[in-house]
């Protein structure tokens, strides 16, 4: 039998040099005005652009707490009629770091925002964190730093096999692990990973609770965007990943008609997708 062909080693290393940068974090909302009114005035984002599509019957918006070119930002997609949607039990939570979080829990309090955890130290440690959730449903932890250049600080998914997923965006995303946490008392292991240290940038938390295996993905979170230089070379990678992790791509890379940014689009192996945006075109259409 002849053995399948390997891929190059360089090929394999394209991941940890390519220019990676989360973009940003794609989901849906059943009132997209009631929303950016929620994230602008409770969170303090702020709406960067909104497109109506009333041919292909959809709007988004894209807020964040700086410019597209160089923060990680919302997508939030309104589908004409589509007043609710399910969160489902996989996709966690965003988080927002900010000096003061018991300051931003008042905001969000005043705003109507539903207040889950409040602010104070987390069990066994002295970081300070609240959770709240949007008029939406979703979840957002709120952590206290001093500063950072990305208030817009995490991603967290549920997976049924942390190490499986780690390689996986490891070999197939050119991600390193900033962080690991097991907490057997509270039966979860969990992993942060991106593209430098955990205060500097957005990370992806993946969040392994013992003896959960599979969880249910809903209709409301979408994907998450990421800036990559060669969305052919980063396909064959992924290809290749995918072949030994599970996962698969669903979309071959190209552009997309009409704007022709380049992209490709894929699943984890526990069916989260990621879509690569070329950088060159991404800059293109922010102008």
């Known amino acids: 039998m002849a053995e399948t062909a390997q891929p190059n080693a360089e090929l394999l290393e394209w991941p940890k040099k390519d220019k990676r940068r989360f973009l940003h974090a794609v989901y849906r909302v059943g009132d997209l005005d009631r929303t950016i009114k929620f994230y602008t005035e409770a969170f303090g984002m702020r709406l960067l652009r909104k497109r109506d599509v009333p041919e292909e019957k959809y709007a988004n918006a894209f807020l964040g707490f700086g410019p597209e070119h160089s923060n990680f930002v919302v997508e939030l997609t309104y589908n004409y009629g589509v007043t609710s949607y399910d969160i489902g039990t996989g996709f966690g939570h965003f988080a927002i770091a900010t000096p003061d979080v018991y300051k931003l829990v008042e905001d969000i309090r005043a705003k109507g925002g539903n207040v889950t955890r409040e602010p104070g130290p987390v069990k066994g440690g002295s970081s300070v964190i609240a959770f709240v959730k949007d008029p939406d449903g979703y979840t957002f932890e709120l952590i206290q730093r001093a500063s950072t ?31 690991k946490v097991d907490r057997p008392e509270y039966k979860y292991t969990l992993a942060m990973l991106g593209y430098a240290e955990e205060h500097e940038t957005t990370v992806l938390e993946l969040t392994y609770n013992y003896g959960v295996t599979e969880y249910t993905k809903g209709n409301a979170y979408a994907q998450v965007a990421i800036g990559t230089d060669d969305v052919y070379k980063s396909a064959e990678v992924i290809n290749h990943v995918t072949q030994e992790l599970g996962g698969k791509i669903t979309r071959q890379p190209g552009p997309i008609p009409g704007i022709n940014t380049k992209i490709v689009s894929f699943l984890d192996p526990d069916g989260w997708k990621t879509v690569l945006v070329d950088n060159e075109d991404f800059l293109k259409e922010l102008q």
């Open 149 to 179: 250049p990305e208030p817009l600080c995490q991603v967290m998914l549920r997976v049924g096999d942390l190490e499986r997923s780690i390689k996986f965006y490891e070999k197939a995303l050119g991600m390193k692990v900033v962080k």
